[in-house]
């Protein structure tokens, strides 16, 4: 099931988008702009925009199958009441590639983000979202006094998360309330009996600056020579890693295809190239019909790919 057939206006394909994305031209009205991370089902997200109309929203939500349920709910709802949800638009990508690669600096109002993860174990910890870079991020995607209110049900989070506040230019203030947001966490909770929960709200004080991410051009290689028995890979280890998971030759079209997985902080790819023989060369290219954020680290495997295959023509 594609988002875009559940809510075709509301819903952006990210990787159409080229680097930032241009928010005033993808709503009907030029107004501010907030954010909320992991929305869920968008119980939250749906009462914030139907309240507030004059307001805009995007909703980033990395869950494929709440993707599609908060995408389906908006259809209804738009349905019975047609522009209700005009001000809103969701991205179904991570959080941190939205904020480092599509959305400008200065330009938020308010972020939300409601029982994240707290990822309990000591072990786990490293995969808790609102670190110190992460909120340095948020702080330079919000404007002066802009609000960062995170909601959790687990007490050690908020202790981790204040700690990790310090110099991110954030005044923190915590307390304990009992919420009524009435999203699938907040209602999991209340079952098993827990009333009180924990507000960290954030304002921005200070400009923390964090440069936007951009889309690198993924160049064609060609080589004179080139022979896939003789075809040999070194992966790269490290922050950056680039895998080899198989290479295909088709001898009769005179086409490899490689590919690889590329995993760099906060992101994943699986990554196809292309090895052809046109006319009297071999070119290498990015195989046609991924959907893929352009990054280094994907330049950094063509090159790679490319060094290769040349070799293999040695």
Request: proline share 4%; charged share 25%.
């Given at each position: 099931?594609?988002?875009?057939?559940?809510?075709?206006?509301?819903?952006?394909?990210?990787?159409?988008?080229?680097?930032?994305?241009?928010?005033?031209?993808?709503?009907?009205?030029?107004?501010?702009?907030?954010?909320?991370?992991?929305?869920?089902?968008?119980?939250?997200?749906?009462?914030?925009?139907?309240?507030?109309?004059?307001?805009?929203?995007?909703?980033?939500?990395?869950?494929?199958?709440?993707?599609?349920?908060?995408?389906?709910?908006?259809?209804?709802?738009?349905?019975?009441?047609?522009?209700?949800?005009?001000?809103?638009?969701?991205?179904?990508?991570?959080?941190?590639?939205?904020f480092e690669r599509l959305i400008p600096a200065d330009c938020l109002e308010n972020i939300y983000c409601l029982f994240p993860c707290p990822?309990?174990?000591?072990?786990?910890?490293?995969?808790?979202?609102?670190?110190?870079?992460?909120?340095?991020?948020?702080?330079?995607?919000?404007?002066?006094?802009?609000?960062?209110?995170?909601?959790?049900?687990?007490?050690?989070?908020?202790?981790?998360?204040?700690?990790?506040?310090?110099?991110?230019?954030?005044?923190?203030?915590?307390?304990?309330?009992?919420?009524?947001?009435?999203?699938?966490?907040?209602?999991?909770?209340?079952?098993?009996?827990?009333?009180?929960?924990?507000?960290?709200?954030?304002?921005?004080?200070?400009?923390?600056?964090?440069?936007?991410?951009?889309?690198?051009?993924?160049?064609?290689?060609?080589?004179?020579?080139?022979?896939?028995?003789?075809?040999?890979?070194?992966?790269?280890?490290?922050?950056?890693?680039?895998?080899l998971k198989d290479m295909f030759f088709d001898p009769v079209k005179q086409h490899a295809m490689v590919r690889l997985v590329v995993s760099?902080?906060?992101?994943?790819?699986?990554?196809?190239?292309s090895v052809a023989k046109k006319e009297e060369e071999w070119t290498i290219y990015r195989s046609v019909g991924q959907n893929l954020l352009?990054?280094?680290?994907?330049?950094?495997?063509?090159?790679?790919?490319?060094?290769?295959?040349?070799?293999?023509?040695?």
């Amino acid at each position: 099931m594609n988002p875009k057939s559940c809510s075709l206006k509301n819903f952006i394909p990210v990787y159409e988008c080229v680097s930032l994305i241009d928010w005033d031209n993808r709503f009907s009205q030029k107004a501010p702009l907030d954010v909320e991370i992991g929305f869920g089902l968008a119980e939250h997200l749906i009462a914030l925009a139907q309240g507030h109309p004059e307001r805009n929203y995007i909703g980033i939500e990395q869950d494929r199958k709440r993707l599609l349920k908060a995408a389906g709910s908006m259809t209804v709802i738009e349905k019975k009441d047609p522009g209700s949800l005009a001000n809103v638009r969701l991205l179904g990508i991570d959080a941190w590639i939205a904020f480092e690669r599509l959305i400008p600096a200065d330009c938020l109002e308010n972020i939300y983000c409601l029982f994240p993860c707290p990822w309990p174990k000591k072990k786990h910890i490293r995969f808790r979202l609102f670190s110190s870079d992460f909120l340095n991020l948020l702080n330079s995607r919000l404007k002066n006094d802009g609000v960062l209110l995170i909601v959790t049900d687990f007490e050690p989070y908020v202790h981790w998360v204040v700690n990790q506040s310090r110099g991110t230019g954030f005044s923190v203030h915590t307390r304990t309330i009992a919420t009524n947001f009435n999203t699938k966490f907040e209602r999991k909770w209340k079952e098993t009996g827990q009333q009180e929960f924990f507000e960290i709200r954030f304002v921005k004080k200070t400009n923390v600056t964090y440069p936007v991410k951009k889309e690198i051009e993924l160049k064609a290689y060609k080589v004179k020579h080139f022979d896939p028995d003789r075809f040999v890979f070194f992966n790269q280890e490290g922050e950056t890693a680039i895998i080899l998971k198989d290479m295909f030759f088709d001898p009769v079209k005179q086409h490899a295809m490689v590919r690889l997985v590329v995993s760099e902080p906060n992101l994943t790819q699986h990554f196809w190239v292309s090895v052809a023989k046109k006319e009297e060369e071999w070119t290498i290219y990015r195989s046609v019909g991924q959907n893929l954020l352009q990054t280094q680290a994907l330049a950094q495997a063509l090159e790679r790919v490319y060094v290769a295959v040349q070799s293999s023509g040695k």
